[in-house]
């Protein structure tokens, strides 16, 4: 079992910059690829970056390429979502994700936290 907890949202405008943390717990996390998806309201959710266990591989949705950098602190047990240059369209609940892999479906769901940019 593995629990995610994310922080770091709020309200920002556009063209600013928020990073998001996931803390996780349980399952050793230096094994377990991590991620991120969000969904806006009225659509689905959707993925948004993703990291292997390494950290040697990540992966990014178009929409995020060039603004959005994932990371991950394995001694501290913990992912990052560094968002740059936020746009309206970033506006969204994002959710922490755990996984087997890099490419297979989460196994683990956070909570999820708001991220609200202005234009």
């Known amino acids: 079992q593995v629990q995610l907890v994310e922080s770091g949202g709020g309200l920002v405008q556009a063209g600013g910059s928020l990073r998001l943390s996931c803390a996780a717990s349980g399952r050793t996390f230096s094994s377990t690829a991590m991620g991120w998806f969000r969904q806006a309201p009225g659509k689905e959710r959707e993925f948004v970056a993703r990291?292997?266990?390494?950290?040697?591989?990540?992966l990014y949705a178009d929409s995020v390429k060039g603004r959005f950098t994932i990371s991950r602190d394995n001694g501290k047990n913990t992912v990052y979502l560094q968002m740059n240059s936020l746009k309206a369209d970033d506006t969204a609940v994002y959710y922490c994700t755990a996984s087997s892999t890099i490419t297979t479906m989460p196994n683990y769901w956070g909570q999820g936290t708001q991220v609200t940019v202005s234009s």
């Open positions: 990291i292997s266990w390494s950290g040697g591989a990540r």
